[in-house]
């Protein structure tokens, strides 16, 4: 993936807005929100509309989002409230769904915003919403902010000042250009960019470490390192579970999925469990367990599919295993199971046990039968 | 006799407690509210005694001859994921240095032992590379001794000589950066040595002023491996683990390609390797790699990102601190005895301080 190309992957764009929140000092992400004195407020976190705002809103005719759920909201020193929202691009007319959003985002003014957080009187000072986008040199990207803004503005609404973030590689840089940034962040700015990322050398992928791994909608995005970190995540999460076991003579061991999704996903997958998406992902980190224990022995789906069983006779046994997990590498694993990782048409009904057993082990007895 | 200084993250349970012996193969005996007897099961003998001196750390004492304690407590460490060791790396012992200087009187003798081996720079280095060291390796040997960095010599002189006189050494030696052994001056004759992995050496008459030096380098430890958690989980109690800052080892010097590489294939390639990591290196180029790794010793997450230039090591909520401090010594005894360290944007050092009102 090229750099041009990285700054348009929204794994990327909600790591890069993390690092950018993280206090530090020559990482290679410049940590500018950190030292204007913002701090992670939520993530994915719920903001509302109330009710009577939507509904003056709907009576003109102008739809907006009741419950929306920006990725980001940063808090300042002084009060002040930051809504990030993260886009491979930005909305343009017919993009119904993402100018609802847009709308409902626009609303959160410091009194809207309080009363959606649950928060007491005068605890938020200020708001601003921030989109950041990869820069596109042919559209005026502010616009679409701007035309929304107006809009609802003409209606009689109070909006939140609106800003953008435009990503784009200058200098073997990665900058941001900024425009109508919030007060505390000006000063940062020089000609109206950010340097954010010092990029390598031309053979080397600019990636940050991902403190996100994954995140719904993420995996529209075919693109091998997001699928092998966080494979690769899936398989340390379920070592750690393998290596920590007591094992017993009569009883498989049972890893847990959930866990180890959890685990994965920074505690993120709890979040969003409800979501179509993760069951995609459950499917394939499933499997992608399946196969890779099975390579040392036989590893089955638990009937309600909330695990898999496993029996480990030994503490050998136990630290192949653990091994095994470690030894999982591009090269030997199949390339269409990496590629599906994400994709929703191979997703699988996890509660089917025989689905996952090749056709001989079907006939096999279950791996605690043949121990008691 | 020797002193074990141990951790156990987790904090048992009184119930759980005697378990994590259990599960070694050993047993122990409660006396009272934290000291407990400790008998090996396959010998059948008593090896000494376990005091839980602070809620995180037990502390094994014993009279038994040193090598065969020394590998009977890596044996117990290696078997649970539910202790290690203390590691106290060359920094932090500076630190500690600092102190005596500070309290102790000056015509003391002080004795430190600096150790550093660039076993990554070996010409043929992936197995030497991968051995877990020991405490105390063979002084000689007719063995072949290939051509790499290797440092380990004792310096015993007053404290005011050491303090007016290692600053300057230090810059002209960068291996002098590596004190892997520390004596505090008893407050009667001798000392008590301490050693980076935790075991430390009562060369003193008074089991009490043992047991205070013992309880004193526990709290100082303990108060680093707290201030290092609040800043690399930086999270309050929440589902999520994103934020924490990252902590940045910087090479004095860049590593060299083959030294990069051999690092990197030495502790990931192998089971066993000396930084106790699990993990597959994801390539972004010839010299960078993401590591979503395993700390060996207690199955924690930490994630790295390893380039010539530095590792960049970001630790989950719920990874104990003690894997920051062990790296740290790993990376100063292995790759670079003068590696700058920062926990986000504060320096290391300033992380191992003495808590007020500690003292011996």
């Known amino acids: 993936m090229t750099p041009e190309e990285l700054v348009r992957d929204p794994l990327y764009q909600i790591n890069l807005i993390l690092w950018m929140t993280t206090p530090s000092r020559d990482v290679g992400i410049e940590p500018v929100f950190h030292r204007a004195g913002f701090d992670v407020f939520q993530i994915e976190g719920e903001v509302r509309l109330p009710l009577r705002l939507a509904a003056n809103l709907k009576e003109k005719k102008i739809e907006a989002s009741v419950v929306v759920v920006p990725d980001v909201l940063l808090r300042g020193r002084q ?56 820069h596109d040199p042919r559209h005026d990207q502010m616009t679409a902010l701007t035309t929304l803004d107006t809009e609802l503005r003409a209606c009689g609404a109070a909006t939140a000042p609106v800003g953008l973030l435009a990503l784009k590689i200058a200098d073997k840089t990665v900058v941001i250009e900024a425009t109508a940034l919030p007060p505390s962040l000006q ?12 990029l390598l050398a031309n053979d080397t992928d600019p990636r940050p470490l991902y403190r996100i791994a994954w995140m719904p ?3 529209k995005q075919q693109d091998s390192y997001n699928q092998e970190q966080f494979a690769k995540r899936v398989l340390a999460s379920a070592a750690m579970q393998v290596a920590k076991a007591r094992l017993y003579k009569s009883k498989a061991l049972k890893i847990q999925i959930e866990p180890i999704l959890d685990e994965a996903t920074s505690g993120f997958f709890r979040k969003w469990k409800k979501r179509e998406e993760t069951k995609i992902v459950r499917a394939r980190a499933m499997e992608i367990l399946r196969i890779q224990l099975g390579k040392v022995r036989q590893a089955l789906p638990s009937s309600d599919g909330q695990a898999i069983e496993i029996y480990i006779p030994d503490r050998a046994t136990q630290e192949d295993i653990v091994e095994k997990l470690r030894d999982w590498s591009t090269s030997d694993y199949p390339v269409d199971v990496q590629q599906q990782l994400f994709h929703a048409a191979n997703s699988g009904d996890t509660n089917s046990r025989q689905r996952f057993l090749p056709k001989q082990a079907r006939n096999n007895k279950s791996p605690d039968s043949d121990t008691k | 006799m020797k002193s074990y200084l141990l951790e156990d993250p987790a904090c048992a349970s009184e119930r759980d407690f005697p378990g994590i012996f259990r599960q070694a193969g050993h047993e122990i005996y409660r006396i009272d509210d934290t000291l407990y007897k400790v008998r090996d099961r396959g010998t059948k003998q008593y090896v000494g005694f376990v005091e839980r001196l602070l809620p995180r750390h037990p502390v094994i004492y014993s009279h038994a001859d040193a090598r065969s304690m020394d590998a009977w407590v890596k044996r117990l460490v290696n078997s649970s994921p539910h202790l290690d060791h203390l590691w106290i790396s060359g920094h932090a012992f500076e630190r500690l240095l600092d102190w005596n200087f500070e309290h102790k009187p000056l015509h003391r003798y002080g004795r430190l032992v600096f150790q550093h081996s660039s076993v990554f720079e070996a010409e043929t280095p992936t197995e030497q590379a991968s051995i877990e060291s020991d405490v105390e390796e063979p002084e000689d040997s007719d063995d072949y001794v290939p051509e790499r960095r290797t440092t380990r010599f004792t310096m015993v002189d007053r404290l005011s000589v050491l303090r007016e006189k290692l600053p300057t050494m230090r810059d002209i030696y960068a291996p002098l950066h590596v004190i892997a052994q520390l004596r505090f001056p008893a ?36 108060n680093a491996v707290n201030k290092t958690e609040t800043e690399a989980w930086r999270t309050e109690e929440t589902a999520f683990n994103v934020t924490g800052a990252p902590v940045r080892l910087r090479f004095h010097d860049a590593l060299a390609q083959e030294t990069f590489d051999t690092f990197i294939d030495a502790t990931f390639r192998r089971k066993v390797n000396r930084f106790g ?40 909520r719920g990874t104990c601190g003690n894997s920051i401090h062990r790296l740290v010594t790993n990376v100063q005894q292995y790759l670079d005895p003068a590696v700058e360290v920062r ?10 301080n003495v808590p007020t009102g500690a003292t011996p």
């Not at chain 2, 290196?281 to 930490?302: E, N, S």
Request: aromatic share 10%.
């Open chain 2, 343 to 352: 926990i986000g944007d504060q320096p290391y050092r300033e992380f191992v």
């Open chain 1, 79 to 134: 009060k002040e409230y930051l809504i990030v929202e993260c886009k491979a691009a930005l909305f343009g007319p017919g993009d119904g769904g993402a100018q609802r959003q847009a709308r409902a985002l626009l609303l959160q003014t410091a009194g809207v915003l309080t009363e959606s957080l649950s928060l007491q009187g005068g605890a938020i000072a200020s708001t601003h919403v921030l989109y950041l986008t990869a």
């Open chain 2, 187 to 222: 407050a009667g004759s001798g000392g008590h040595d301490f050693y980076f992995n935790g075991k430390a050496t009562n060369r003193s008459g008074s089991f009490g002023d043992h047991r205070a030096h013992v309880k004193f380098v526990l709290e100082t430890y303990r």
């Open chain 2, 277 to 316: 990591l699990w993990g597959d290196p994801i390539r972004l180029g010839p010299a960078k790699v993401h590591v979503y790794a395993l700390d060996r010793h207690m199955w924690q997450q930490l994630f790295l990102e390893i380039t010539r230039e530095q590792i960049l090591v970001l630790i989950p």
């Open chain 1, 187 to 198: 000063t940062y700015a020089r000609n109206g960019l950010l340097a954010i990322q010092t």
């Open chain 1, 217 to 219: 909608g993420s995996e």
